[in-house]
């Protein structure tokens, strides 16, 4: 019975081997089966008093060939193959898009530049302008065209998203059903591995990490799976699931949400791996940067344009207008920042977000967070480095503005709350906004404004340039086809100049600030006016002459006399750029009787101010003596303790240049005082000029010294206690002999500012008016010594000159001095006035002595401010509020000109022909306009850069996703050679089991026969 019960034993594992087998065989096309074998053992023998005796074998289970490890290993290869191939996959087509020409931007640039440069060859010809709107208008469809391909990839990214989150939660339920299956079997019948359940179940986690990567931990035969950072997906019998939802940060841009009974939150950022994986990496590393550096292109590109063509005229004459779309249009600026759906209610929040600085920009975007305590306190960081680029309080007012990175953010209103966070995405939708705004081929603006003329009568070889456009920001461009003002430059001596108002070309005034007595450099390139757009100027009142000149006893003098400038404290205060703060300077004091030379080297100490000081003085009405005295003395003129009035021989001389007037004329006049100072070598040298009128003569010295004059001759003979007659409408008093005598003043009219009564700029030097009718018509002015007084006029005035004397009347009552006064009325209608002293001579050896001080321009660049002290009777006192010198355009001066030269600066009222503008258009081609904080990029380059950098991500992208497939192919090699079915290999053991089985038979066969042999011995 035994030899019987162990051949049958043998014929039972046989056959279960061969069933086995023929299940591997049947599986061999099963996704993710591995090899099953019949594990056999020996039956407990039986002690027969010899010793023991087999009966037979047993199948004791049924084992799944399986090498957790290579399991491991292939589910971690799987979800890196898959993250690196959809990268792959996203990037290769943002990076054929980008570098091919039919698609890319390059080929159009290049086109738009060309057609500009054909229309600067010849800017009159209107097929030429024609062609670069065509070819405009192509490169912002190209614009359109690229930004809706990209947008486009992020939407289908989008749905490729959906599409993996349910994947993922199909496969999670279907794992977790697995679970519980298995347990259930494992817990019933037998302890034994179902080996099949268990197949499936890799097989399923094998298809989550193509999509996710993930890591499983078995607990008691049931798979707990995490993604992310230990985000559990499943948990036993349980699956918590994830969502594709608008994203919270910009709901065009989908993120992940962990869902599970008890919570939900986002895990876009967590999640690696898998499809996933690799389509949250492209959009954040490749797909975003190329939508970002598209949008920084064409930014910088319409409005480097739309600013350069706001610099020109068309061929109407007009100022130009915008080319491209206007970027900062309030429209696109408030769509530019995402709240957070998670802000607290209520949603009211408003911004708006503007561009300052193309070359500034970046390509990253930022988020705005309050992150308390309290809800004042903001905090603005680059996503790109995570660098706070902003961070202060909120003030609690609208709007408030957040400037950084080339770009200011504007808080509109709204109730901001701690814990609040917003996006700030500037460039994502810029390129499909660059739309063409020029619709007629004369709207291209490709003359200048601005064009300079140079005097016919000039006797020197100094030429001006055609001239720059630096913006419109300026008065000067106010109103179009006209220039505000336009200038005259006038040169005082080859080293000088000065620049007026040329509104009346027969009557130049100065400017608003002056500009005058400025420093040429002969033979060089002398900029006229600054770049610097916040650039101010003050310039002080000048030294008002004595009143009363000093006596110099027994001839001239060089004891020193005050100059008319009191003492003054100058406090400079500079605001910081960056961080807003200000500081103050250390305070500059400065000396009565100061020059304005010395007064200016120590303000040129401080940094960012820039000092200049001339001297003037008038000389006028000069009165020659018409009696004969005993003994009877010359009028004599001394110019900083040089006389001017001397006789002197031309032969062997050196104080004059050839040429100089020998004969002193018996009445003294401004003509011949003229000639001689400007041609005395010593006054040369120091600096000293002068120029006449015929009536006036105006003694200059550049450089900011005193002027010292001196004058001797005969005493007037009056009738009455008077002055001699002054000029115009001032007093006449009487008198038998005038003597020898002359008015000074330093030249500055001091203006009237109404109070009360607006006379609407009627005004003028021809008629009256009616101050009776819509009073009453009250004036301040600033006098000389420091104080404000008041003019009243009521009366019905025929004539200007009854008003101007009424005026002159009261300005003497106020001025308490023996000063005279002489009003002016501007083209305007303002009123002005000018204060004069008198000199005589002294009908001795005694001089008549005035020293003369100067004036001082402060110019001082952007954040810098000046603060007096005192208030009044010093050259600072109460001036206006420094005023702006830019004027939004400049010139270069060369050559060398002479005294009397004259340029001309003025509108450009024929610009048909004029190239200037479009040149500069042509010229943005290869100007760096953007990246600026990294050396500077042209579009060309930007544009290079981000095709460079995609593929390079794309190259990459390849190496990494072929390295990967190698890898997985390795992996599944080398698990297939494990627990593969090798159909070989089952038929070998197929033959093995049934010669096993066969034997078995026979054995059973051989037993039959002896038992019926036994039987039949019985």
Do not use: C
């Not at 594992?13 to 591995?34: C, D, F, M, R």
């Not at 709350?417 to 619709?439: C, E, H, V």
């Not at 004369?442 to 005097?455: D, R, V």
């Not at 500069?920 to 760096?928: D, H, N, R, S």
């Amino acid at each position: 019975m035994s030899m019987l019960s162990t051949a049958i034993s043998g014929l039972l594992v046989q056959q279960e081997a061969l069933k086995t087998t023929g299940h591997n065989i049947s599986n061999v096309s099963t996704p993710g089966y591995s090899r099953q074998e019949v594990v056999v053992e020996s039956r407990n023998p039986l002690f027969r008093g010899f010793g023991y005796v087999g009966q037979g074998a047993e199948v004791s289970t049924v084992r799944r060939v399986h090498d957790q490890f290579l399991t491991n290993q292939l589910r971690a290869d799987t979800s890196s193959f898959q993250g690196s191939q959809v990268y792959r996959d996203g990037i290769e087509q943002v990076d054929r898009l980008l570098a091919d020409n039919s698609t890319g931007l390059q080929p159009q640039m290049d086109r738009y530049f060309a057609a500009l440069q054909g229309a600067a060859d010849n800017p009159s010809y209107i097929p030429s302008r024609d062609v670069v709107l065509g070819e405009a208008k192509g490169l912002s469809e190209r614009f359109a065209t690229l930004s809706h391909y990209l947008n486009t990839q992020n939407e289908n990214l989008n749905g490729q998203l959906q599409v993996a989150t349910s994947q993922v939660n199909t496969i999670s339920q279907g794992i977790a059903g697995l679970n519980e299956e298995i347990a259930n079997t494992r817990g019933s019948v037998t302890s034994e591995p179902p080996n099949d359940l268990f197949d499936k179940r890799d097989e399923l986690v094998r298809q989550l990490s193509e999509l996710v990567n993930v890591d499983v931990l078995d607990v008691d035969g049931a798979f707990n799976i995490t993604v992310g950072m230990g985000l559990s997906l499943v948990d036993g019998t349980s699956a918590n699931r994830l969502e594709t939802v608008p994203g919270e940060r910009d709901p065009k841009r989908y993120s992940i949400r962990f869902e599970s009974k008890v919570s939900s939150f986002d895990v876009t950022e967590k999640i690696s791996g898998g499809k996933i994986g690799g389509l949250v990496d492209f959009r954040g590393e490749a797909l975003d940067k190329a939508i970002n550096s598209l949008g920084i292109i064409a930014v910088a590109f319409a409005q480097e344009t739309n600013a350069q063509q706001q610099l020109g005229i068309d061929l109407d004459g007009q100022l130009g207008t915008n080319f491209f779309q206007d970027m900062n249009d309030p429209l696109l600026a408030s769509e530019r920042v995402h709240a957070h759906s998670s802000n607290s209610l209520p949603n009211d929040r408003l911004f708006n977000v503007y561009f300052t600085d193309s070359g500034a920009l970046t390509t990253s975007e930022y988020q705005l967070a309050l992150p308390g305590p309290g809800s004042a306190r903001f905090q603005v960081t680059r996503l790109d480095d995570g660098k706070v680029v902003s961070e202060g309080a909120l003030v609690g007012s609208f709007p408030q503005t957040l400037s950084f990175d080339g770009l200011d953010v504007v808080l509109e209103g709204g109730t901001f709350q701690q814990g609040d966070a917003f996006t700030i995405a500037p460039l994502r939708s810029a390129a499909q906004n660059m739309d063409i705004l020029l619709k007629e081929p004369g709207q291209l603006a490709l003359a200048f404004p601005i064009k300079a003329e140079t005097s016919l009568s000039n006797m020197g070889s100094g030429f001006i340039d055609q001239g720059t456009m630096l913006s419109r920001e300026s008065a000067a461009f106010a109103s179009d086809s006209e220039l505000n003002p336009p200038l005259v430059i006038k040169f005082l001596s080859p080293t000088r100049y000065s620049i007026f108002d040329n509104s009346d070309p027969g009557n130049p005034v100065s400017l608003n600030p002056p500009q005058e007595n400025m420093e040429f450099i002969p033979g060089i390139a002398n900029t006229l006016f600054t770049s610097d757009t916040a650039e101010t100027a003050l310039s002080s009142w000048r030294a008002r002459p004595s009143s009363i000149p000093a006596i110099g006893m027994d001839g001239p003098s060089v004891e020193p006399i005050p100059n008319g400038i009191n003492p003054e404290r100058f406090s400079f205060y500079q605001t910081d750029p960056i961080t807003g703060k200000e500081t103050q300077v250390p305070t500059i004091s400065t000396l009565a009787s100061a020059s304005a030379n010395e007064i200016v080297t120590q303000l040129n100490r401080v940094k960012g101010v820039s000092a200049r000081a001339y001297t003037e003085v008038q000389l006028t009405n000069f009165t020659n003596s018409g009696t004969t005295y005993s003994p009877d003395m010359p009028f004599e003129v001394w110019v900083d303790g040089h006389e001017v009035t001397q006789l002197v021989s031309s032969a062997n001389q050196t104080t004059y240049l050839d040429g100089f007037p020998e004969i002193v004329p018996e009445d003294m006049n401004a003509n011949f005082l003229a000639d001689r100072i400007n041609n005395h070598v010593d006054l040369i040298n120091r600096g000293v000029s002068a120029k006449s009128d015929g009536v006036t003569l105006t003694i200059m010295d550049e450089n900011g010294n005193d002027i010292l004059l001196e004058i001797r001759g005969d005493k007037a003979q009056s009738v009455i206690s008077g002055v001699p007659s002054l000029p115009g409408s001032l007093a006449n008093n009487a008198v038998i002999d005038p003597g020898d005598s002359m008015l000074i003043s330093s030249g500055e009219r001091w203006p009237f500012s109404a109070v009360s009564g607006d006379t609407l700029g009627l005004l003028n030097n021809e008629t009256g008016y009616n101050f009776e009718l819509n009073g009453p018509y009250v004036y301040q002015m600033y006098l000389p010594d420091g104080r404000t007084g008041t003019v009243d006029l009521t009366d019905n005035y025929t004539d200007s000159d009854s008003l101007k004397a009424d005026i002159e009347t009261q300005l003497n009552q106020l001025l308490n001095s023996t000063g005279q006064t002489k009003v002016f009325i501007t083209e305007t209608g303002t009123i002005e006035y000018q204060v004069y002293n008198l000199m005589n001579g002294q009908g001795n050896q005694n001089t008549s002595r005035m020293n003369i001080g100067g004036q001082v321009d402060v110019v001082m660049q952007g954040g810098t401010r000046l603060i007096t002290d005192p208030l009044a009777g010093s050259i600072f006192s109460g001036l206006p509020d420094a005023q702006s010198t830019y004027m939004g355009y400049q010139f270069e001066l060369g050559g060398r000109p002479v005294s009397g030269d004259e340029f001309i600066i003025r509108w450009n009222d024929d610009g048909a022909s004029d190239n200037r503008n479009a040149l500069q258009l042509v010229g943005l081609e290869t100007k760096e306009t953007m990246s600026m904080s990294d050396g500077g990029n042209t579009f060309t380059e930007s544009y290079s850069q981000t095709v460079a950098k995609i593929a390079t991500l794309t190259s990459q992208a390849q190496i990494r996703s072929d390295t990967d497939r190698a890898v997985l192919e390795g992996s599944q090699a080398e698990i297939s050679n494990v627990q593969g079915v090798n159909l070989d290999e089952e038929a070998a053991r197929l033959i093995e089991f049934q010669a096993a089985y066969n034997a078995n038979a026979k054995v059973i066969s051989i037993a039959q026969e002896l038992f019926d042999s036994l039987l039949a011995a019985v």
